[in-house]
Each structure stands twice: as structure tokens, then as C-alpha cells.
């Protein structure tokens, strides 16, 4: 059996990993809650790997990345919680600003080929564990409602919605709707 281990996200290969993973659960996920044509045209596979090097180079969050042998099967970024809005231009603005000096889980997928064998459990344990270990005492992760599985998963893991929510708009006329889940550390 090939070994598990954790790496921190620091390398241009890590980040497009994570982009690769990120959207392959997007199309696995959300291909009954997304328009199609959203997914095709903004989910691309390296869509988010600008966002991981400019958070690297920033430190303004941590990615971190699960992996078996040399094949990354899961991955997480988290840090302090966003207060500023983390939308802005778009239609959606959750407001974060009673959340200052919470930990946040700011994405987390596993890849769909690899779920069910606990290794989505091991990299979100360790992503709370760290947020801890930075002092934070509170920490929250957003899930789409439409997102049963997830939902299922962040309850089993200790986090609850709080009652907060907000739309999300996806061209031309869907609207999914986020709920904040927390957790007490």
C-alpha cells in the first residue's frame, strides 16, 4: 500500500494539482445544481491556479494537499476567516464581518475517483487541527445547499449551520444558496 502524506502547497505543480482537483469535483458535484454552460466555460482545469500561487505568495492562505504515493488524491485551503468581501463585483456578498478572527475552510475536494476511503476525513482533520494550532478558537466552511453529500460529511466532522446563507447566482439564471457551517475548536 502506498503511503499517505501531507504537503504544503508551494510549487507550481501543487497548485495545479489542486485546480485539476477543485475541477473535477466541480463537474462530479454540481453537474445537477450548475448550468451546464457555466461549467464548460469557466470550470476549466486550471482555473483556480493563479489563485493558489497569488495565496502562497501572499501567505493569505494555506493549501495543503493529501497525498498516496506520488499521486495527490485530496486538497484543502484554509487560513483566517475572509472578512472583506471575498465576491466582490459578483452578485453574491456574504457577509463575514462578525466572523473576524475565525479559522475558515476556504475550499476543500477530494478527487471523485478517490472518495470513500477516508481520505478526505484525514485532510479536513488535519486543515481544522492546524487552524487550531494558529490560535483560532472558531473556525466555519461554506457549503452549497444543494451539496447533500458535503453537508452529510462537515456534520459528521462536528460543524453545523449557523442560519446564515446567501445566494449564489450562476449565469444565466440559476441560483444555488450557500449556508455557513461552524464549528467551536
Not at 445544481?33 to 482555473?47: F, K, L, N, Q, S
Not at 476543500?108 to 487550531?132: D, Q, S, W
Not at 449551520?161 to 444555488?176: E, L, N, Y
Amino acid at each position: 500500500m502506498e503511503q499517505l502524506h501531507f504537503v504544503d502547497a508551494c510549487t507550481e505543480e501543487h497548485f495545479r494539482a489542486m485546480s485539476l482537483i477543485h475541477a473535477l469535483g466541480w463537474r462530479d458535484t454540481y453537474a445537477d445544481a450548475v448550468p451546464a454552460a457555466y461549467m464548460a466555460r469557466e470550470i476549466t482545469d486550471d482555473r483556480w491556479v493563479k489563485y493558489f500561487r497569488a495565496d502562497y505568495e501572499t501567505g493569505r492562505c494555506h493549501g495543503l494537499l493529501l497525498y498516496r504515493g506520488n499521486a495527490p488524491v485530496a486538497c484543502i485551503n484554509y487560513g483566517p476567516a475572509r472578512t472583506e468581501n471575498y465576491n466582490a463585483g459578483s452578485a453574491s456578498t456574504f457577509p463575514n464581518g462578525a466572523y473576524a478572527g475565525w479559522g475558515e475552510i476556504i475550499s476543500f475536494y477530494t478527487h471523485p475517483a478517490e472518495r470513500g476511503k477516508g481520505y478526505g476525513g484525514l485532510l479536513f482533520e488535519e486543515a481544522v487541527a492546524r487552524l487550531k494550532a494558529a490560535g483560532h478558537r472558531n473556525a466555519f466552511v461554506f457549503v452549497l445547499r444543494e451539496n447533500e453529500r458535503a453537508r452529510r460529511f462537515y456534520a459528521a466532522h462536528g460543524f453545523a449551520w449557523d442560519g446564515t446563507h446567501a445566494d449564489i447566482p450562476f449565469p444565466p439564471d440559476t441560483i444555488c444558496v450557500d449556508l455557513r457551517y461552524v464549528k467551536a475548536l
